[in-house]
């Protein structure tokens, strides 16, 4: 016997056994069937829309609305960095001024040729 | 150019599975599938989800495929469903295996819900006939069903969808993603082996 035809009678005996299957298996599979149809409506509801264009574009804006809002927020964030070094900044000239106005200058102040300069300037 | 685009749409849209043709068309396949899938998970309510899931993704993703299109798209979701099932089920051994110390034993309690009238089976008009005759044919399943899940899944992919499916070595290969002289190989060693077995105990085919 080749081995096409032991293969069909071994499908045989299996199809024989789809017979054998439980009441109750065969009840879950047909609600199971039942349930997957349901779906049937809305993916035939979305696919009668149109050509595809239409019934694609809430789909793209949604993309779109979400790029945009990234967008958004990266600038909020590079602005916010921004604006904290400015701050810092011109924190450490604020202590500078306070240091020279108080004479609270450290010794090393002194010794630096480009604060004579500085202070020869002003 | 565009309007004969548009004609094949409308031309194509006439040979579309409706809904009755779908729901005939699943409840064709659904025992087979189930087997297939309860060969391969081994657990009753796994391949019960795994066949609803199949079911439910080619309804979802191809409402509008031809009807003859559909037994070969379903083979391809249904092997996908049973090898992603593998899958998360690799992953989820892990974490037992990772975890089992911490996890009290009490498996006991799963065998509660084992119901006896569940597998009493009522005997139809169709099953008259010589009993001897009936209890060897089903021992003989038994053992048949007992031989195919033992087969490596490659194997018994291959077989199903060559002699219970009745597809063609190219159509096999493309559910399996694989080449078609390994289709040819594997189908031919499940055969091989499955008719050893067979044999071994005795039985002639």
Known sequence: MNEHEVGKKITKLLDLGLDDIKQSTLNRLQSARRASLENYHMAESVANVGQGASARNGNEWQIKTGKLLSIIALLFALAGIFYWQTLQQSDENEEIDILVLTDDLPINAYLDDGFDAWLDQH | ?205
């Not at chain 2, 657990?43 to 299109?69: F, N, R, W």
């Open chain 2, 1 to 205: 150019m565009r309007s004969s685009h548009v004609f094949s749409f409308f031309q194509g849209r006439t040979l579309l599975a409706t809904q009755q043709e779908l729901s005939g068309f699943l409840a064709e396949i659904e025992r087979r599938a189930y087997k297939q899938a309860l060969f391969a998970v081994r657990d009753e309510h796994l391949a019960l989800d795994v066949v609803q899931d199949s079911m439910t993704k080619l309804v979802e993703k191809y409402p509008g495929k031809p009807l003859e299109e559909l037994p070969l798209l379903f083979q391809r979701i249904l092997q996908n469903t049973i090898r992603d099932f593998y899958r998360r089920q690799k992953t989820r051994s892990l974490w037992t295996t990772l975890f089992s110390s911490f996890i009290p034993r009490n498996q006991e309690k799963e065998n509660e819900d084992y119901d006896p009238l569940e597998t009493l089976q009522l005997d139809g008009p169709s099953n008259f006939g010589d009993p001897h005759e009936q209890l060897e044919q089903s021992q003989l399943l038994n053992l048949l069903e007992k031989a195919i899940e033992t087969l490596p899944a490659r194997q018994r992919q291959a077989f199903l969808l060559r002699y219970w499916e009745e597809m063609d070595v190219a159509e096999a290969a493309a559910v399996m993603g694989c080449s078609e002289g390994s289709v040819k190989t594997h189908c031919s060693r499940a055969t091989h082996r499955l008719a050893a077995l067979l044999e071994k105990n005795g039985i002639e085919l």
